[in-house]
């Protein structure tokens, strides 16, 4: 199986590296191959603009960049930077979006590599979306770690359930793009938690990548 591991923590050594570190081990030694884009170590540009459109705009005095997408898809003009991350997506079989939930959602980086990856014309288009999206038949999974207290994201506390928070990364993005979205795997507060729990979080994670991709 191809594992596209798609990495957004600006810190190497927190636990989320942690965790992506082990799912690299876990799954090369079960015999997988496993491909990292590391975005802070990438210099991954997160911003949409006018750099991403090269030769002659489709109207040249505004930038529409739905049809602009498009227009360098078909005629292959896409950025080195983004093709290189969609032929990574095409060839995966399993993705997995490793970050850290910040206010309720993902690191801009990580939306900026959604937005500039999952390009229309790639990813998607008119009447290729969901059960007709381009990347239908592979699958995704959510590997997140939290820095709030245990009970925040529970459903009666204050803030709402994470299932409701990763619902527009869930529905939204991937279910969007035609993925079969897999229930997540979170980490709550890791650093609160003891090192057993720490150890026992990482162990957790490597039987549900066992389980995922057996």
């Not at 049809?67 to 997506?89: C, F, G, N, W, Y």
């Not at 079989?93 to 900026?112: E, Q, R, T």
């Not at 997140?144 to 207290?149: Q, V």
Request: aromatic share 10%.
């Amino acid at each position: 199986m191809n594992v596209l591991i798609v990495f957004a923590h600006p810190e190497l050594c927190s636990f989320n590296g942690a965790l992506k570190v082990r799912a690299v081990e876990v799954l090369k030694r079960a015999g997988h191959e496993v491909v990292v884009s590391d975005l802070y170590r990438l210099g991954w540009k997160a911003t949409v603009d006018a750099d991403d459109f090269p030769g002659v705009w489709t109207d040249p005095d505004f930038l529409d960049v739905a049809v602009e997408q498009e227009r360098v898809s078909a005629a292959r003009e896409t950025p080195p930077d983004i093709l290189a991350e969609q032929e990574k997506v095409a060839r995966c079989d399993l993705l997995i979006l490793h970050f850290p939930l910040w206010w309720s959602g993902m690191p801009a980086i990580l939306k900026g590599w959604i937005d500039r990856t999952m390009a229309r014309g790639f990813a998607y288009g008119e009447g290729r979306a969901y059960d007709t999206g381009p990347l239908k038949g592979r699958r995704a999974l959510v590997c997140t770690t939290t820095g709030t207290p245990t009970g925040l994201y529970d459903p009666h506390s204050t803030d709402d359930d994470l299932d409701r928070v990763l619902w527009p990364i869930h529905h939204g993005i991937l279910r969007c793009l035609g993925f079969d979205v897999l229930p997540p795997f979170v980490a709550r507060a890791p650093g609160e938690a003891s090192a057993k729990q720490r150890e026992e979080y990482l162990t957790e994670y490597a039987e549900r990548l066992l389980a995922v991709t057996r």
